[in-house]
């Protein structure tokens, strides 16, 4: 069975700093898709990035990147500049090619302070 | 366009009631899965539609809980005899419908039974 762990329960960074957030996984599978979603207060699950398994290159979406190590099952996140609004609930996802459904980790609380 | 959006925002019911949960789909997405979020966790699967019928019903607790898609849009979930381990954010998401497509996100209906 697949599972996403991220064992970072809480983090915090000064505005303008970067950030890491870890994200390790587990399956047997070589297709597969990760992504890193991003919950405020308000609720709505927002997509910040994703990386394709089959790609080398590591996904970039403006301040945000991922250091994807496929050998190591890794898919941390960096958020450079941090901003106020970046402040919220980080969750680490995988698809896989097979089977429709996100499992997530149990999420990383990010506060950014000014 | 328009987003996912779910409805009601907030639903509070007594222990042995039924309710109904709806979603509405981003226009076109053929793809539609409802997950349940518990205080401090991350979104876990329930069910999958493609279309109108259920791909993958695997992650619903038990026969409590049914959901239906029966035009292939708007879906509604179904919970009978409601517990109070029931209390949560349902979380609806649509696709276009491809494996690999990325999920997007309503803003969820809390469910709180007391």
């Known amino acids: 069975a697949q599972t996403v762990t991220q064992s970072q329960p809480e983090m915090s960074v000064q505005e303008a700093e970067t950030v890491t957030l870890s994200c390790t996984y587990d399956?047997?599978?070589?297709?597969?898709?990760l992504f890193w979603y991003k919950q405020p207060p308000s609720r709505q699950m927002i997509l910040v990035i994703r990386?394709?398994?089959?790609?080398?290159q590591n996904a970039t979406e403006n301040r945000f990147s991922v250091n994807f190590q496929k050998a190591a099952k890794s898919f941390s996140l960096k958020i450079s500049d941090s901003q106020l609004g970046d402040t919220a609930m980080y969750f680490c996802?995988?698809?896989?090619?097979?089977?429709?459904?996100?499992?997530f980790g149990k999420g990383t609380k990010l506060s950014v302070k000014p | 366009g328009a987003g996912v959006s779910q409805t009601p925002s907030n639903k509070v019911t007594e222990k042995g009631k039924y309710v109904e949960l709806r979603c509405d789909p981003i226009?076109?997405?053929?793809?539609l899965y409802w997950y349940r979020q518990s205080l401090g966790q991350g979104p876990e699967f329930l069910i999958y539609?493609?279309?109108?019928?259920?791909?993958?019903d695997s992650g619903l607790p038990n026969d409590r809980f049914f959901a239906v898609r029966p035009e292939g849009s708007v879906s509604t979930l179904k919970i009978q005899r409601t517990e109070r381990g029931d209390s949560a954010v349902y979380l609806c998401?649509?696709?276009?419908?491809?494996?690999?497509?990325?999920?997007?996100f309503g803003p969820g209906t809390r469910l709180t039974v007391l």
């Open positions: 539609f493609q279309g109108t019928g259920a791909a993958d």
């Open positions: 399956t047997s599978e070589s297709n597969y898709y």
């Open positions: 998401a649509s696709s276009p419908g491809g494996a690999a497509d990325t999920q997007y």
């Open positions: 996802a995988f698809h896989s090619g097979s089977q429709g459904n996100l499992i």
């Open positions: 226009s076109g997405h053929t793809a």
């Open positions: 990386q394709e398994a089959y790609k080398q």
